[in-house]
């Protein structure tokens, strides 16, 4: 057998072979992946279709001198969410209704004025660390509400409306939200909401 010496450059047999070989390891690698790919889906339980009920604190959003003052109220909705199979993506259908009160003083007499809106919006969330127990979430929703007293003082609005949120899923049905829901200055509420979902399961 003749030795190379030190040095010196590889033959392209060898060079030939090494690709051969680094072509075969990454074939091997890509069928592993997509094996591995492929039970994480099987094991996934993850329900198409959840409806989900959650209720929650809400407080305006946006100081207004002529209503004075917020007070905390309520944030109640219901939500029927589509999962994607292969994707930690949903979307769904969010109908809410919030009732929070503004108070003002004048001349020394306190006045309170009830704020009642409701939200029919169109909502998306993508979900990390899917399929564990904590699994936190981004969203966003946009659609249409409605309104009993509006910021220029006049009754019945209906105005054009987004909420982004954030929250946290436990054990794949309780959830934990944040949403800013934006849709006129004197109805602008934050709520934080606990909800559970029926269906769903493992993401």
């Known amino acids: 057998m003749q030795l190379r010496e030190w040095g010196s450059p590889l033959p392209l047999c060898y060079i030939y072979d090494m690709r051969k070989l680094l072509l075969v390891f990454v074939a091997i690698l890509f069928v592993v992946v997509d094996a591995e790919a492929q039970r994480y889906y099987v094991e996934r339980t993850v329900s198409a279709v959840e409806v989900d009920l959650s209720v929650g604190l809400a407080t305006a959003a946006n100081k207004m001198p002529a209503y004075g003052r ?119 509420h934050l709520a934080i909401s606990l909800g559970y979902a029926f269906g769903g399961g493992r993401r």
């Not at 609005?157 to 004197?186: C, N, Q, W």
């Open 70 to 188: 917020s007070r905390q109220g309520v944030d109640a909705g219901v939500e029927v969410r589509y999962n994607f199979a292969a994707q930690p993506v949903d979307i769904g259908l969010n109908v809410s209704l919030c009732s929070m009160y503004r108070g003002t003083t004048i001349h020394n007499t306190l006045y309170s004025y009830k704020f009642i809106s409701e939200n029919l919006l169109v909502t998306s969330d993508y979900n990390f660390f899917q399929g564990r127990a904590v699994s936190p979430f981004v969203g966003l929703g946009v659609g249409v509400a409605w309104s009993d007293i509006n910021a220029d003082g006049t009754k019945h609005g209906t105005h054009f409306a987004v909420m982004p949120r954030v929250g946290v899923e436990l054990s794949h049905h309780v959830r934990i939200s944040v949403a800013y829901k934006i849709f006129d200055k004197a109805n602008n």
